[in-house]
């Protein structure tokens, strides 16, 4: 018979296609990963997977087994949950996951009353770029800027955050306000990775009114473009809740009001019974709305503005 541990090995790395990320993913190391992989083709006496200096790629038998091993790891995350839905005490561990900016400015401040309300629950809060899987049990409760395409997940909207375009003082002193009518020429920009997730809100938007502007950087957490931006490296677009706050930026003013998006937050549908993941997923909703209007403040700009039109 297969071993179940085999098959985490296997899907790990069918699903990152290379063993650096598919041994972080399983929290062990690099050759663990490749001695596991070799060992279990030795066992079945088949290849997998298709070795190249780019990575790790499925081979046809490795096709073969893909979906076999996908419906076991269903039914022993689905025994899991089910032996986790009879704990009925406010106790265990919690994995929860959010974009970077919203784990340090949000998330982890309000986790503090919950955590001292509830001492026999311990959290790990994960600040990551990529979008965990809630039906893989990569983590137990998600907040995104999107809404979540697996029917596994049961989601609610809890939030909108509105966007704002910033730029610093000391940048805006060197080379003037951008002129809009002009798409910003002349002017450099921060802005997120390309190959992030569909719903950085701020990439269109930004090739419609900035088109002319050059790209000077780019990151994959706005943490990170928010200090290039009071930096002074260029014009940034940022959630409003971290902008604001930024010491250094100033808010513009563009023809056309930023994007905005939902907040979801999303938990396994078998896992909302869970009395740890129930009592936290009810938190973080009530903890949020005192927030919205910090998360989605008025559309025009509040004190001292930059107004730009043609030169």
């Given amino acids: 018979m297969l071993d179940w541990d085999d098959l985490r ?10 063993l650096s ?11 663990t990963v490749g001695r596991r992989i070799d060992a279990f083709e030795r066992r079945l006496g088949a290849k997998l997977f298709l070795r190249s200096p ?26 899991e949950l089910a032996a986790a839905g009879r704990d009925a005490g406010l106790k265990g561990h919690l994995r929860i996951t959010a974009s970077e900016w919203l784990a340090v400015r949000v998330l982890g401040p309000l986790l503090a009353p919950f955590l001292a309300r509830h001492p026999a629950i311990s959290v790990d809060l994960v600040a990551d770029a990529r979008w965990l899987s809630l039906p893989r049990r990569e983590a ?14 049961f989601q609610r909207e809890v939030a909108r955050i509105g966007f704002g375009l910033y730029a610093s003082e000391a940048y805006l002193a060197e080379r003037g306000p951008p002129d809009f009518g002009r798409q910003c020429e002349g002017h450099a920009l921060v802005t997120m990775s390309s190959d ?18 050059r790209v000077a950087a780019r990151t994959n957490g706005r943490e990170a473009q928010a200090t290039m931006g009071a930096a002074g490296v260029g014009l940034v677009c940022l959630p ?28 396994h549908r078998d896992a909302r019974a869970v009395p740890r993941v129930k009592a936290l997923v009810a938190f973080i909703a009530d903890a949020l709305a005192p927030l919205r209007r910090a998360l989605l403040p008025d559309a025009r700009p509040r004190g001292e503005q930059v107004t730009t039109g043609r030169r």
Wanted: overall charge neutral; cysteine-free; hydrophobic content about 50%.
């Fill in 9 to 18: 090995y296997f899907l790990a790395v069918a699903r990152h296609g290379n």
């Fill in 21 to 31: 990320a598919a041994a972080r993913a399983l929290k062990v190391t690099q050759p």
């Fill in 54 to 79: 780019s990575g790790f790629a499925l081979s046809a038998a490795g096709e073969g087994v893909l979906g076999h091993a996908e419906r076991m790891e269903q039914g022993a995350l689905a025994a």
């Fill in 140 to 153: 137990d409760i998600a907040l995104r800027p999107a809404a979540f395409e697996h029917h596994e997940v």
């Fill in 196 to 213: 992030e997730p569909p719903a950085v809100a701020d990439l269109p938007w930004l090739r419609a009114v900035a088109a002319q502007a």
């Fill in 240 to 267: 409003r809740y971290l902008g604001d706050a930024t010491a250094g930026l100033r808010l513009l003013t563009p023809p056309s009001p930023p994007p905005e998006r939902a907040l979801w937050l999303g938990v």
